[in-house]
């Protein structure tokens, strides 16, 4: 049974920092892409990043240097460290895997989800 579980969301202050993590199991998380998404209400849930078993990544231009995203397979986590945080980075923020990673990923590209977790940024 896949299960994903992020972590690490919180109240962060404008141009602060965050690091997410996404715990996986019940699949063989090495040979499986990881892509993180975030979702406002009322909006679509938009494709931030993703990286491929091998670690090529992709961002959208939202995110693109300020956000980075890794795996360790030993842990069988993912991560998205996240800097320079804005207002409008604020979102539920979750992890998929069983998608593809060409580019900046689409979330009906991806099979499995985490709960997601939940960022702030304000003052």
């Known amino acids: 049974q896949v299960q994903l579980v992020e972590s690490g969301g919180g109240l962060v202050q404008p141009r602060g920092s965050l690091r997410l993590s996404c715990a996986a199991s019940g699949f063989n998380f090495e040979d499986d892409t990881i892509g993180w998404f975030r979702q406002v209400p009322g909006k679509e849930r938009e494709g931030i990043a993703c990286i491929s078993p091998g670690g090529r990544s992709y961002y959208s231009n939202s995110v693109k240097g300020r956000f980075t995203i890794s795996r360790d397979n030993a842990k069988n986590t993912a991560y998205l460290q996240m800097i320079s945080l804005k207002p409008e980075d604020a979102a539920i923020y979750y992890c998929?895997?069983?998608?593809?990673?060409?580019?900046?990923?689409?979330?009906?590209?991806?099979?499995?989800w985490g709960q997601g977790t939940q960022v702030t940024v304000s003052s």
């Open positions: 998929a895997s069983g998608g593809f990673c060409y580019g900046v990923p689409h979330k009906n590209e991806y099979e499995y």
